[in-house]
Every structure is written in structure tokens, then in C-alpha cells.
């Protein structure tokens, strides 16, 4: 794992708390330590401040995306508007915790990205997905309501247009299709994505869905991911 926090105590804290849980952990200070390390020793997982003097947290993100890194990316962010997260999303991270946070926390949002770093299990493939173009729809791959996704691959299209999406977005999308038509409580998508409720308080479900809708979403086509008010999310075309 490597760490990047630019707060020598929180930095300190968190390394100390990681190895005790046993992460074996490399800490930075800065963004420019953490572009050179992690080209120099790709981690399994990064854990990223975003206000860090030079190359900030965000920066960090945009650059290892833009070089191809699909490592899982979690944030640090003192920053609590939603327009404050979209923009980590839009770097390219895969989930966040606010500060100040409980190392649990960490811990459980840590699990859940390690645990989908590994393909996601699939039936036998039947072949090879026909490239880059259109997808062909195979045993590896769902379908509902107009998105395909294939699962080994770990591309999704709506249509013909192929969506970019980060790690929880994707599995956030494959949860939605395989069980298009059904209302997917809270808890359950809490569950099923992150491996831990954050109670009713949180905000996280909603802001992904918001920006997983920003990326579905075409003018003229009918919505495809709707809110049941009280109760949690559903994925149909109306």
C-alpha cells in the first residue's frame, strides 16, 4: 500500500494503525513522492490526500489514470461539498473518506476495494468480446434495459457509446443490471459494493449514483437509473 498525507501526524497514525492491521505500507509526504514510488513499486492500493503542497492528491490520480494505472484509488478529503467529491471521482478515484474519519472506516473502505481487485467471477468466456468496437454478448457478459457489460473486460457500453467508469461505478452498474427491475434497498448496496453499512447519515450511495447517472444518461433516452424515495435505487427504462 502506499500512503500519501502530507500532516506528519495523520501520516504517522495511519501508518502505524495500516501495519498493526497488517498492510505492509510505504508513507509518503507529497504528491511528487508518491508519482515516483508508485512508478517505482506499484502498490496493491493507494491511500491519497487531496490538499498536498505541489502535486496533490488529485493530480496524483489524473496522472496515474492517464498513464493507464487502474490501481484502486481511496481519498483523504477535508473537503465535504458534493461538487468537492464529483471532483475526485472525475480524477479518476474509486471512493473516499472525509475528515476526520474513524480508522474503521478506512479499514472497511480499504477491504471493499481490495476485494474487487480480482476479475469478477464469470461463466466460461465465449471468445474474445470482438475487440474494441460493439461488444458481442456472451456468457461472460450482462445485459439490461440497453447497457451491456462485460465482466472480465471490465467495459460497459449504453448502446453503441462505451461508458468510462471507475471501479465502484462499475460495480455499482453491474449490481444494477443483474438485478434490473428490482428496488435495491440501502443496506444492500452498501453491502454488496463497500461490505459495510454506513447508515442512514451517509451520503456516499447518493453521490455515486448522481455521477453513475451523469455518465448513463442520454439526451432524448429515457433516464435508466431511478431513486425509490425511502427505500434505495432501481435500474429500468421507462
Known amino acids: 500500500m502506499l500512503l500519501a498525507e502530507d500532516d506528519r501526524a495523520i501520516r504517522h497514525a495511519l501508518e502505524r494503525a495500516l501495519t498493526l492491521e497488517g498492510y ?9 513522492e508518491a508519482l515516483a514510488q508508485a512508478h517505482k513499486t506499484p502498490p496493491d492500493v493507494l491511500l ?5 503542497p505541489g502535486i496533490d492528491g488529485l493530480q496524483v490520480c489524473r496522472v496515474l489514470r492517464a498513464e493507464g494505472d487502474r490501481t484502486p484509488i481511496l481519498m483523504l478529503t477535508a473537503l465535504v461539498e458534493t461538487a468537492d467529491r464529483i471532483a475526485g471521482l472525475d480524477a479518476g478515484a474509486d471512493d473516499y473518506v472525509v475528515k476526520p474519519f474513524d480508522v474503521e472506516e ?24 470482438g475487440g474494441r468496437g460493439e461488444p458481442q454478448l456472451s456468457d461472460r457478459q450482462v445485459e439490461a434495459a440497453g447497457v451491456r457489460m462485460d ?32 428496488v435495491l434497498d440501502h443496506s444492500t448496496i452498501y453491502d454488496r459494493i463497500w461490505g459495510y453499512d454506513f447508515g442512514p447519515g451517509s451520503k456516499n450511495l447518493a453521490v455515486y449514483v448522481g455521477y453513475l447517472r451523469r455518465k448513463l444518461d ?7 437509473i431511478h431513486t425509490v424515495r425511502g427505500v434505495g435505487y432501481v435500474l429500468r427504462e421507462d
Not at 505492509?24 to 511528487?32: I, K, L, N, P, S
Request: aromatic share 4%; charged share 25%.
Open 218 to 224: 442520454e439526451p432524448g433516452a429515457p433516464q435508466l
Open 106 to 129: 478506512v479499514f472497511a473502505r480499504l477491504r471493499a476495494l481490495l476485494r474487487r481487485t480480482s476479475p469478477v467471477p464469470a461463466g466460461p468466456a465465449g471468445g474474445d468480446g
Open 48 to 52: 491519497l490526500d487531496v490538499m498536498m
Open 24 to 32: 505492509e505500507v510505504t508513507a509518503v509526504a507529497d504528491g511528487v
Open 151 to 182: 465482466l472480465q473486460a471490465r467495459r460497459a457500453w449504453r448502446g453503441r457509446r462505451e461508458l468510462e467508469l471507475t471501479r465502484t461505478e462499475f460495480e455499482l452498474l453491474e449490481l444494477l443490471v443483474r438485478n434490473a427491475g428490482i
